[in-house]
C-alpha cells in the first residue's frame, strides 16, 4: 500500500493495522501522518474531493465521509461511493443498478438511467456537462458498454465503446476506458 499524491500537495497511505485500517494524510514535502479515519476490517473504495479537503470512502460501516482538515466522519446515506463533480457540489453513485446525481451532501437525488442495468463506473466531464459510465454486459465479462448522459440526465448515448474504467482524455468532448475495444 503506497502513497499517492493528493490534490494540495498532499499524500495519503492506508496502511493496515493488526485490527483495523486507517486512512492518513501525509504532507508531499514530508512530516507527520494526519490519521483522518478509522475504516474498519475493511476498505472498499475510495474518492477525494476535487479541492483535497474530503474524502468518501466505502468499509466495514458502509459509506462515509471524512474531513481531512478537522478529520471529522459522518456516513453518507449512499450505496457506493460516490465520484465527486470537478467543482465538488455535485456527485454521481449507482444505486439498484442505475445512475444518480445529487448535491455533494447526497441531497436533492435524481435518477438519470431506468431502463439499463448494472450501471458502474461514473465519471464526471471536465466542465461537470456530462457523465460517462459502464453497464456490464454479462456476468462473466468483466468489459462493460460505455455509455454517456448530460448531467440532467437527458441525450442518455451508447458510444459504441467497450471498457471496464470509463473517463474522460484531456479534450473535453472525449471519453476513453481502460481496456477499450471498438
Not at 23 to 34: K, M
Not at 104 to 110: E, L, Q, R
Not at 146 to 158: C, H, I, N, S
Request: aromatic share 6%; proline share 8%.
Amino acid at each position: 500500500h503506497g502513497a499517492r499524491l493528493v490534490p494540495g500537495g498532499r499524500t495519503h497511505r492506508l496502511p493496515p493495522a493488526q485490527d483495523a485500517w486507517h486512512i492518513d494524510v501525509i504532507p508531499a514535502s514530508g512530516g507527520s501522518a494526519n490519521r483522518i479515519a478509522t475504516v474498519g476490517e475493511s476498505l472498499e473504495s475510495f474518492a477525494w474531493s476535487p479541492d483535497g479537503h474530503g474524502l468518501a470512502y466505502r468499509g466495514a460501516r458502509g459509506v462515509r465521509r471524512a474531513g481531512v482538515l478537522d478529520g471529522a466522519s459522518a456516513p453518507m446515506d449512499l450505496p457506493t461511493v460516490p465520484a465527486f463533480s470537478p467543482d465538488g457540489t455535485r456527485i454521481a453513485y449507482t444505486e439498484a443498478g442505475d445512475l444518480y446525481v445529487a448535491n455533494a451532501d447526497g441531497s436533492n437525488p435524481t435518477q438519470l438511467t431506468d431502463s439499463l442495468r448494472d450501471v458502474y463506473g461514473p465519471e464526471w466531464a471536465p466542465d461537470a456537462s456530462h457523465l460517462v459510465f459502464a453497464v456490464k454486459k454479462s456476468r462473466t465479462s468483466s468489459l462493460g458498454d460505455l455509455y454517456a448522459v448530460r448531467a440532467d440526465g437527458e441525450e442518455l448515448t451508447k458510444t459504441g465503446l467497450q471498457g471496464i474504467k470509463p473517463s474522460w482524455s484531456p479534450m473535453p468532448s472525449r471519453a476513453r476506458a481502460r481496456s477499450c475495444q471498438a
